[in-house]
Protein backbone atom coordinates (compact mmCIF):
# COMPACT_ATOMS: atom_id res chain seq x y z
CA UNK A 1 0.00 0.00 0.00
CA UNK A 2 1.24 3.38 -1.00
CA UNK A 3 0.56 6.60 1.33
CA UNK A 4 0.30 10.01 0.30
CA UNK A 5 0.05 12.39 3.28
CA UNK A 6 -1.01 16.11 3.01
CA UNK A 7 -2.58 18.93 4.67
CA UNK A 8 0.21 20.87 6.19
CA UNK A 9 1.07 24.59 6.13
CA UNK A 10 1.91 27.39 8.12
CA UNK A 11 -0.54 28.63 10.48
CA UNK A 12 -0.45 30.87 13.29
CA UNK A 13 -0.40 29.87 17.20
CA UNK A 14 -3.67 28.82 18.35
CA UNK A 15 -4.77 27.92 15.32
CA UNK A 16 -5.98 24.39 13.54
CA UNK A 17 -5.00 22.16 10.93
CA UNK A 18 -6.07 18.85 9.62
CA UNK A 19 -3.73 16.66 7.58
CA UNK A 20 -4.67 13.56 5.42
CA UNK A 21 -3.15 10.29 4.64
CA UNK A 22 -4.79 8.69 1.43
CA UNK A 23 -3.79 5.45 0.65
CA UNK A 24 -3.03 4.25 -3.16
CA UNK A 25 -2.45 0.52 -4.04
CA UNK A 26 -4.45 -1.37 -1.88
CA UNK A 27 -7.21 -0.69 0.66
CA UNK A 28 -6.21 0.59 4.32
CA UNK A 29 -8.91 -1.66 5.45
CA UNK A 30 -7.28 -4.00 8.19
CA UNK A 31 -3.70 -1.58 8.63
CA UNK A 32 -3.38 0.70 11.43
CA UNK A 33 -2.41 3.77 11.09
CA UNK A 34 -0.17 6.29 12.93
CA UNK A 35 1.40 9.93 12.28
CA UNK A 36 4.83 10.32 13.58
CA UNK A 37 6.51 13.76 13.62
CA UNK A 38 10.59 14.93 12.93
CA UNK A 39 11.45 18.26 13.91
CA UNK A 40 15.41 19.41 12.66
CA UNK A 41 18.10 18.13 14.05
CA UNK A 42 15.45 15.26 16.29
CA UNK A 43 14.55 12.01 16.44
CA UNK A 44 10.90 10.85 14.32
CA UNK A 45 8.13 10.78 17.39
CA UNK A 46 5.14 9.02 17.95
CA UNK A 47 1.87 11.49 17.42
CA UNK A 48 -1.18 9.35 17.41
CA UNK A 49 -2.49 6.53 16.07
CA UNK A 50 -5.85 4.23 15.24
CA UNK A 51 -6.65 0.77 15.03
CA UNK A 52 -7.54 -1.09 12.05
CA UNK A 53 -11.50 -1.07 13.52
CA UNK A 54 -11.09 2.79 13.93
CA UNK A 55 -11.90 1.53 17.68
CA UNK A 56 -8.58 2.05 19.94
CA UNK A 57 -6.69 5.09 19.30
CA UNK A 58 -3.59 6.55 21.08
CA UNK A 59 -2.07 9.86 21.80
CA UNK A 60 1.47 11.47 22.82
CA UNK A 61 0.66 13.20 25.73
CA UNK A 62 2.15 15.82 24.23
CA UNK A 63 -1.35 16.06 21.91
CA UNK A 64 -3.39 14.83 24.18
CA UNK A 65 -6.81 17.22 24.26
CA UNK A 66 -5.77 19.07 21.04
CA UNK A 67 -5.06 16.09 18.38
CA UNK A 68 -7.60 13.68 16.99
CA UNK A 69 -7.04 11.07 14.69
CA UNK A 70 -10.18 9.21 12.54
CA UNK A 71 -10.26 7.38 9.29
CA UNK A 72 -13.05 7.11 6.34
CA UNK A 73 -12.88 3.37 5.39
CA UNK A 74 -14.76 3.90 2.05
CA UNK A 75 -12.22 7.38 1.42
CA UNK A 76 -9.20 5.44 2.30
CA UNK A 77 -7.90 7.84 4.46
CA UNK A 78 -7.27 8.51 7.65
CA UNK A 79 -6.94 12.19 9.24
CA UNK A 80 -5.29 14.16 12.12
CA UNK A 81 -6.93 17.14 13.62
CA UNK A 82 -4.91 19.06 15.19
CA UNK A 83 -6.40 21.95 17.34
CA UNK A 84 -4.59 24.72 19.35
CA UNK A 85 -1.16 24.39 17.42
CA UNK A 86 1.78 25.69 19.46
CA UNK A 87 5.17 26.37 17.86
CA UNK A 88 6.64 23.15 19.49
CA UNK A 89 3.87 21.37 17.15
CA UNK A 90 6.62 22.41 13.82
CA UNK A 91 7.70 19.59 12.30
CA UNK A 92 7.45 17.46 9.17
CA UNK A 93 4.53 14.84 9.66
CA UNK A 94 4.41 11.46 8.34
CA UNK A 95 1.85 8.44 8.45
CA UNK A 96 2.62 4.92 8.82
CA UNK A 97 0.86 1.96 8.14
CA UNK A 98 0.81 -1.69 9.42
CA UNK A 99 -1.35 -4.66 10.97
CA UNK A 100 -0.85 -3.70 14.55
CA UNK A 101 -0.83 -0.65 16.27
CA UNK A 102 2.04 0.31 17.99
CA UNK A 103 4.04 4.22 18.75
CA UNK A 104 7.39 3.38 17.58
CA UNK A 105 8.33 3.91 14.07
CA UNK A 106 10.15 0.53 13.65
CA UNK A 107 6.38 -0.98 13.95
CA UNK A 108 5.31 0.03 10.87
CA UNK A 109 6.27 -1.04 7.41
CA UNK A 110 4.58 1.50 4.88
CA UNK A 111 5.47 5.20 5.35
CA UNK A 112 3.89 8.66 2.89
CA UNK A 113 5.86 11.15 2.62
CA UNK A 114 6.39 14.27 4.84
CA UNK A 115 3.80 17.07 5.10
CA UNK A 116 5.46 20.16 6.96
CA UNK A 117 3.08 21.74 9.59
CA UNK A 118 4.83 25.55 10.53
CA UNK A 119 3.10 26.87 13.68
CA UNK A 120 4.11 30.60 14.28
CA UNK A 121 3.94 32.34 17.59
Known amino acids: VQLQASGGGLVQAGGSLRLSCEASGGTLSGYSVAWFRQGPGKERDFVAA????????SFADSVKGRFTISRDIAKNTVYLQMNSLKPEDTADYYCAADKKMGRKPYEYDYWGQGTLVTVSS
Open 50 to 57: ISWSGGST
